[in-house]
């Protein structure tokens, strides 16, 4: 089994920023893409950003120029340094990673959760 424990959600200001964490741990071989999603009250759950093992960049258009992802394979974790933030970004942030099992399964697994509020 694989685990993703994420850090780094928190109370902001308007403008202010916020870095979320992610790293996986348990039965990996190796990952492919891992993604940043979020959920606001009352809406779908979205993409925010995504990043290849190859660190192919993808964001949504709400996010982009605001927010940057990363990742790093030795640590098997992806980061999502969040500048501008503004009270439409208030959202339960998840980590989701597809990966590639011991036995060569290709699996995905989401977060917990982690909450950020954007709020004066």
């Known amino acids: 089994q694989v685990q993703l424990v994420e850090s780094g959600g928190g109370l902001v200001q308007p403008g202010g920023s916020l870095r979320l964490s992610c790293a996986a741990s348990g039965s990996i071989f190796s990952i492919n893409t891992m993604a940043w999603y979020r959920q606001a009250p009352g809406k779908e759950r979205e993409l925010v950003a995504g990043?290849?093992?190859?660190?192919?960049?993808n964001y949504g258009t709400s996010v982009k120029g605001r927010f940057s992802i990363s990742r790093d394979n030795a640590k098997n974790a992806v980061y999502l340094q969040m500048n501008s933030l503004e009270p439409e970004d208030t959202a339960v942030y998840y980590c989701?990673?597809?990966?590639?099992?011991?036995?060569?399964?290709?699996?995905?697994?989401w977060g917990q959760g982690t909450l950020v509020t954007v709020s004066s």
């Open positions: 990043i290849s093992r190859g660190d192919n960049t």
């Open positions: 989701n990673v597809e990966y590639i099992n011991r036995s060569y399964r290709i699996l995905k697994v």
